[in-house]
């Protein structure tokens, strides 16, 4: 257990329906991260947050896609009208990202959750 | 965006040193060498990271020559429980993920 949380560990919906994911991060952690996984690949980044702003998105990441930090603790995942193709493992991630100047040194070390399934019918 | 190439798979015994390549041609100045573990049905897990020359932990070590175009994950000793897969990531630490991808990664097998 890393200390990251998901919820729900699983999810089938039906093909055109709304599903939300929840992601509870390390409490201390300011980076949170969303990954999407299909089987035999590598996670595939889909977007993240420092804090409650929300970065970086994926050049590949469907409006379809949309994610939320709201008080920089938990994040949710929504996606609409979902499609067969979305169906994956939805991971998330955070860190304690810090970046010192006078050194140079970063330290980024990413904490994965277990994991969300989506099964898309 | 530095593309990282590994193998597919490899096999070993338990008890042996496993010694995982991967190769990044276009690694940028500012790029780490990141390597993550994963078990079915869990997310990845921190294994160890690094710049230049070696690195070690307790669980593992990673060796950069000086060029840094490949980079090698070195595992003492496996056990069953090291069979899983084994992901190369390459790219900056400060920004986010879409100069930083995962690969197809290597699929360890450890056996008695």
């Known amino acids: 257990d890393t200390g990251v949380s998901q919820d729900p560990r699983h999810k089938i919906t039906k093909r055109g329906q709304n599903v939300t994911f929840r992601c509870d991060p390390i409490s201390e952690h300011n980076r949170l991260y969303w990954y999407r996984q299909t089987l035999g690949q590598g996670p595939e980044f889909l977007t993240y947050?420092?804090?409650?702003?929300?970065?970086?998105k994926s050049r590949l990441l469907s409006d379809r896609f949309s994610a939320e930090r709201p008080k920089g603790s938990f994040s949710t995942l929504e996606i609409q009208r979902t499609e067969q193709g979305d169906s994956a493992m939805y991971l998330c991630?955070?860190?304690?990202?810090?970046?010192?100047?006078?050194?140079?040194?970063?330290?980024?070390?990413?904490?994965f959750g277990p994991g969300t399934r989506l099964t898309v019918l | 965006l530095a593309k990282t190439t590994q193998p597919i798979s490899m096999d070993s015994y338990e008890g042996q040193e496993v010694n995982i390549t991967c190769s990044h041609n276009?690694?940028?100045?500012?790029?780490?060498i990141t390597w993550y573990q994963q078990f079915p049905s869990q997310g990845p897990r921190f294994i160890i990271q690094?710049?230049?020359t070696k690195v070690t932990n307790e669980v593992a070590s990673l060796f950069i020559p000086a060029d840094r175009k490949s980079s090698t994950l070195s595992l003492p000793r496996v056990s069953l429980s090291d069979t899983a897969v084994y992901y190369c990531?390459?790219?900056?630490?400060?920004?986010?993920?879409?100069?930083?991808?995962f690969g197809t990664g290597t699929q360890l097998k450890v056996e008695l």
């Open positions: 947050f420092q804090n409650e702003a929300q970065l970086e």
């Open positions: 990531l390459v790219g900056p630490l400060t920004g986010g993920g879409n100069k930083l991808t």
């Open positions: 276009n690694i940028a100045t500012n790029d780490y």
């Open positions: 991630a955070s860190s304690n990202f810090s970046w010192l100047a006078e050194s140079g040194k970063v330290y980024n070390e990413q904490f």
């Open positions: 690094g710049y230049k």
